[in-house]
């Protein structure tokens, strides 16, 4: 079990880094729009497309990565009034009921992967994109949060729930 917690470790960092590149290339092409747009009265014809398309990327990647640090928005109200096993087990029905919706959730993503590679689905613009790219960027950060989630659920049985402050 200690190989999944480094290896998920690793390819949840590579995700977040990758995470973080989109956020610089989002920011590029924007600034480039907007250059181009005032100086030269031309466009790329592609941010808003782009654009969207890597924030849902961004979005998904980071998911695993988020979980892993306790970044995410979190009610925890209920942890302050349970201590010990109780708390473990409340973290653990919590971790597999958000392993549920989202096993749903990449089940269907993959379905639509599937059949938009098969078909060789492109988006209706100009630039044509394939949508399976897209797809595949949400598949493969919903498989990374459920790993993070498989992780999570052992080092809560091994190691107790941390607390918020104990993650930094």
Known sequence: ????????????NLAIWISAGLLVYIVCHISLEIVMRSFFSASTFSMDEFVGYAIGSMTFLSLAHTFRHRKHIRVSILQSFVKGRTEIVVE?????????????????IWRTLARDFSRGTVSPTLTETPIWLIDGAIFIGLVLFLLQLLTSAWLAVS??????AEVE
């Open 159 to 164: 190691d107790g729930v941390p607390k918020d």
């Open 92 to 108: 653990l029905l919590c971790i597999t009921f958000t392993f549920g919706i989202t096993l749903f959730l990449a089940r269907y």
């Open 1 to 12: 079990m200690k190989t999944l917690v480094r290896v998920n470790d690793i390819v949840g």
